[in-house]
């Protein structure tokens, strides 16, 4: 038996721990984590032990398959066939509607794999279409543009030199192992104070001060901690006169939301705001960690994580070691091929599409059911979907379902027959991670550490599957533009993602280990202007102001909300939140892998004893949730450390969807984000 250990990395989510890949006779026996990976350090969650599992399911699809619609049957294809197909169909479309009615739309996998990013988004702008869709549009990018309008860059936490950090709506242990690790070793050192802000009583909860706010709530807390660091001078008088403007318009801004006032609001004793603001402002350097969509997905998202900024800049904790601090970007090569034409909703949501002339790659993705089921703002015909299942992912799910069922063309690139693969009329099998060399980096989203890595192929491709990359410049060839597509292997597709330089052969050389593409950037305000406007910190926003926005947030109700639709809540008298993390599983996928569903066999609403109590909801018991959209069944867990009145269900299970309930109404009016976590429901036993 010939055995041996390659090294690489785990893509199943966006934190991509280094691994060391076992091998029997060429096939994947075990995988361990990595300890000599600068960032992982040899972390490893149940999911990177379970990929031998993963890969050799035998839900893989291995073999491209064409729907017979009129008998809903699949049968199997050759690539020829399957790809001449697509070819055929997406010729059609365009000579009948113009480029624009087929999206591309990459799902979270997606963003996070530079290689099925860049041959997406290549595809899209080599057919002529501006509609390549994201996953961006419901995670992260508001969080992005939230930081860079204030601060002209993206700062990221980095929580390592933190004397205190603030988890706020995040909570590590389901969705970011190694950073609770980080946090447990410097509570055990004594050297951190650690605030909790969370409807849950999660596991480092414990250990904290934790603030169990009402959930949508969040900006009424931060700017009830701004008032307080401003009215008892703990701000850092010097940095905010040097490096920010704006701050005599905060001061008068904030004087209307006391901590009495947020109290009634968040559910939050005011003497607590008090101490988490005075603890927040004292103990520096400090770093707010935000949830990594938490604060975003909700009707005041965008405001809310400019509100974080601005903690940060008053405090004086940006650009110092522990605080937030910006990493230069990795030299990638540009592939994209830029279309003339603005995306869906780019008009309608400048500031998301177009802050200060630099452009997005995607369109606003939650238009889509729209623009298919009622043409509007123009007919949407055809998608290929790449490593994403929106119709179990995305809100509103009835819709994108109807949407994705109604369009006259459909491909799935995928491992898996996911619930949108089911819809479609052809479905191409990608090969996983595993399965292809490639690159990896996560831009300094763990530790804000600009790490990179030349991954190493691990296996062979399974059954018939190809990587995304080929299946991409296969089907381009055929559409008459392959001169744009010219690889032909791995690593002429990574020699080709990065750009060259010092840095490209630094990268070779350190394989199969990654290597630093830079130094986190410190004093940066000091030493040059800052990308604003201004040149400076703007805790005021002219740029947002002169958009129809407000300059420096205000507080707003969620959407739905006991406050905002007191009719609405007499009918629906709880709150849902919803895709709270688990390490079984990443968003929609690996239901099906049986070492990881005997760990979490199935999905369960969270309720307090005492709300299921008044609703006469037994603990196990099965329910139906239902909200003002929609209703789902799902079984009841009894939980001391939830709040009264909250309901808190996983996403990603296609059988109780939770996105059933989550409707498109209240978007956030600068970015389009919908609320996930701050829906009315109630729960009827069953
Ligand atoms: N294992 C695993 N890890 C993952 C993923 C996965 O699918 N599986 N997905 C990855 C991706 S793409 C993302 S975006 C991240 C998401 O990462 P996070 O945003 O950190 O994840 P959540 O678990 O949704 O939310 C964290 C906490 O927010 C709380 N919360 C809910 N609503 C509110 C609110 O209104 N206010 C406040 N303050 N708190 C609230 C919840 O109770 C929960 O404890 O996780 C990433 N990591
Ligand atoms: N209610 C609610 N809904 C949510 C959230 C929530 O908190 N609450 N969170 C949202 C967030 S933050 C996110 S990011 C989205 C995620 O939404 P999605 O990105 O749509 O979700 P995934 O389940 O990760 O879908 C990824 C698909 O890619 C496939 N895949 C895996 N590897 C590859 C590959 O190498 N190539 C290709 N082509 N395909 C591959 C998988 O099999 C799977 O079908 O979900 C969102 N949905
Ligand atoms: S956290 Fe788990 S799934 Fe994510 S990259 Fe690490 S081992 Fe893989
Ligand atoms: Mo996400």
């Not at 591309?104 to 057919?127: H, K, L, M, P, W």
């Not at 970011?176 to 849950?200: H, N, S, T």
Request: glycine residues 8%.
């Amino acid at each position: 038996m010939s055995t041996q250990t390659v090294i690489s990395d785990c893509m199943l989510c966006v934190w991509d721990c280094g691994i060391k890949a076992h091998l029997e006779n060429g096939r994947l026996v075990k995988v361990e984590g990595l300890p000599e990976h600068p960032i992982s350090q040899g972390y490893i969650c149940p999911r990177g032990r379970a990929l031998p599992e993963y890969v050799y399911s035998p839900n893989r699809l291995t073999t491209p398959m064409i729907r017979d619609k009129n008998k809903n049957r699949w049968q199997k294809a050759s690539w020829d066939e399957a790809l001449d197909y697509c070819a055929e169909k997406l010729t059609r479309i365009r000579e009948e509607y113009g480029a624009r009615a087929l999206s591309v739309f990459c799902g979270s996998v997606g963003v996070e794999n530079i290689e099925v990013a860049t041959f997406a988004r290549r595809f899209a702008g080599a057919f002529g279409t501006p509609n390549l869709l994201s996953v961006e549009n419901i995670c992260y990018r508001t969080r992005i543009l939230g930081r860079q309008i204030t601060f002209g860059r993206y700062p990221l936490d980095d929580p390592q030199d933190s004397r205190c950090i603030i988890l706020w709506g995040h909570n590590p242990d389901g969705a970011k192992g190694m950073l609770g690790d980080l946090i447990r070793k410097k509570l055990i050192a004594g050297e951190l104070e650690l605030i909790v802000i969370d409807p849950k009583r999660t596991p480092l909860a414990e250990d904290a001060y934790h603030l169990p706010i009402r959930p949508g709530t969040d900006a009424a807390l931060g700017l009830a901690m701004l008032n307080v660091i401003i009215n008892e001078d703990l701000y850092d008088r010097e940095y905010i006169e040097q490096y920010t403007i704006g701050f005599d318009e905060l001061v008068e801004h904030v004087q209307k939301y006391t901590p009495g006032w947020a109290e009634n609001v968040t559910g939050i004793p005011e003497a607590d705001i008090r101490a988490v603001a005075r603890t927040f402002a004292r103990f520096k350097p400090a770093c707010i960690i935000q949830g990594v969509n938490t604060l975003d997905q909700h009707r005041n998202g965008f405001q809310n994580s400019r509100l974080l900024s601005i903690l940060q800049a008053v405090t004086g904790n940006v650009y110092n070691p522990g605080g937030w601090v910006t990493i230069p970007r990795i030299p990638l090569a540009n592939l994209g091929i830029n279309v003339d034409e603005a995306p869906l909703g780019a008009g309608d949501y400048p500031i998301f599409s177009n802050l200060w002339g630099r452009k997005a790659a995607f369109g606003i993705a939650t238009m889509f059911p729209k623009a298919v089921l009622e043409g509007e703002p123009y007919p949407m015909r055809a998608s290929i979907v790449t490593a994403a299942n929106p119709v179990v992912s995305f809100p509103a799910a009835g819709l994108f379902k109807d949407a994705f069922a109604g369009l006259d063309f459909l491909a799935v690139i995928d491992p898996f027959l996911s619930e949108t693969a089911e819809l479609a009329d052809v479905v191409l099998p990608a090969s996983t991670f595993l399965e292809k060399g490639g690159l990896a980096y996560v831009y300094g989203v763990v530790f804000g550490e600009p790490y990179a890595m030349l991954r190493e192929k691990v296996i062979e491709p399974v059954g018939d599957s190809w990587p995304d990359w080929k299946i991409w410049c296969e089907l381009a060839k055929r559409m008459g533009y392959g001169e744009q597509f010219p690889w032909q292997t791995d690593e002429e597709v990574n020699d080709a993602l990065v750009a060259p330089g010092e840095f490209k052969d630094r990268l070779k050389a350190a394989a199969p280990m990654g290597a630093y593409y830079g130094e986190k950037e410190y004093d940066v305000q000091k030493k040059k202007k800052l990308n604003t406007p201004s040149g400076k910190i703007e805790l005021y926003s002219q740029t947002l102001k002169d958009h129809g926005f407000d300059p420096i947030p205000e507080y707003m109700e969620p959407y739905q909300s006991p406050v905002n639709t007191p009719e609405l809540f007499k009918q629906y008298p709880l709150i849902l939140i919803s895709g709270a993390r688990c390490q079984e599983y990443t968003h929609t996928q690996l239901r099906s892998i049986p070492v990881l569903r005997r760990q979490n066999i199935e999905p369960l609403a969270e309720m307090h004893p005492s709300t299921a109590e008044q609703n006469g909801v037994q603990d196990h018991a099965m329910v139906r949730v239902e909200s003002k959209s929609g209703s789902m069944k799902i079984r009841v867990k009894f939980s001391e450390n939830i709040l009264p009145g909250v309901v808190s269900v996983p996403h990603g299970w296609a059988q109780s969807n939770v996105n059933m309930l989550v409707d498109m109404e209240g978007l956030d009016p600068i970015t389009a984000y919908p609320d996930f976590k701050s829906v009315l429901c109630r729960v009827v036993p069953l």
